[in-house]
């Protein structure tokens, strides 16, 4: 099973550190962190995904709630948020090849943001199945070298988790 946690944190250093010291000393894996501050500077928010069973992820929601720093956990449900990540891919491309490297990434709506000889860096935000079937497609072409952000959640429509660097009421799905 996999859940979103959006954890707002007070935005000063070592609170990262924190919360990965967490996850490292209770054992749980990680799937994906991404951490930005929010528009009020004095707080970050975290956009943690971690797989699990149910007993697993509601210690590491209980482990959370407890650090210092941390302001709110929520869980956003994925059927109601939108995730996202980014991702730059460096791709064998020679001159033969290059038409059709093209071609694919535009399908993808994804963008060529450096040519080199022999190469090209590929730029695709979207979710992590339109990622990864992109990444099958130019696997194909040799990818050099393949860097991710990581997912970032928001809650869909009216529903906010996150107002003025303080979380609250209708996105917010607390277990």
């Given at each position: 099973?996999?859940?979103?946690?959006?954890?707002?944190?007070?935005?000063?250093?070592?609170?990262?550190?924190?919360?990965?010291?967490?996850?490292?000393?209770?054992?749980?894996?990680?799937e994906s962190l991404a951490v930005g501050a929010t528009q009020d500077p004095s707080f970050s928010c975290m956009t943690i995904v971690v797989d699990g069973d149910e007993g697993v992820l509601q210690q590491v929601q209980k482990h959370?709630?407890?650090?210092?720093?941390?302001?709110?956990?929520?869980?956003?449900?994925?059927?109601?948020?939108?995730?996202?990540?980014?991702?730059?891919?460096?791709?064998?491309?020679?001159g033969t090849q290059r038409t059709s490297i093209i071609q694919v990434v535009n399908v993808f709506k994804g963008k060529i943001v450096d040519v080199a000889p022999g190469s090209l860096v590929v730029e695709i935000t979207g979710d992590r199945d339109k990622i990864s079937a992109l990444l099958d497609l130019l696997g194909e072409f040799?990818?050099?070298?393949?860097?991710?952000?990581?997912?970032?959640?928001?809650?869909?429509?009216?529903?906010?988790?996150?107002?003025?660097?303080?979380?609250?009421?209708?996105?917010?799905?607390?277990?």
């Open positions: 099973m996999r859940r979103i946690f959006s954890v707002l944190v007070e935005n000063q250093p070592g609170v990262l550190a924190r919360v990965a010291g967490l996850f490292a000393r209770r054992r749980f894996n990680i959370l709630d407890r650090l210092i720093n941390v302001v709110r956990v929520s869980v956003l449900e994925e059927s109601g948020a939108i995730c996202r990540e980014l991702a730059l891919v460096r791709v064998n491309a020679a040799g990818i050099q070298e393949l860097v991710r952000t990581g997912e970032i959640a928001i809650a869909r429509g009216r529903q906010v988790v996150n107002e003025g660097g303080i979380c609250i009421g209708q996105g917010a799905v607390r277990t």
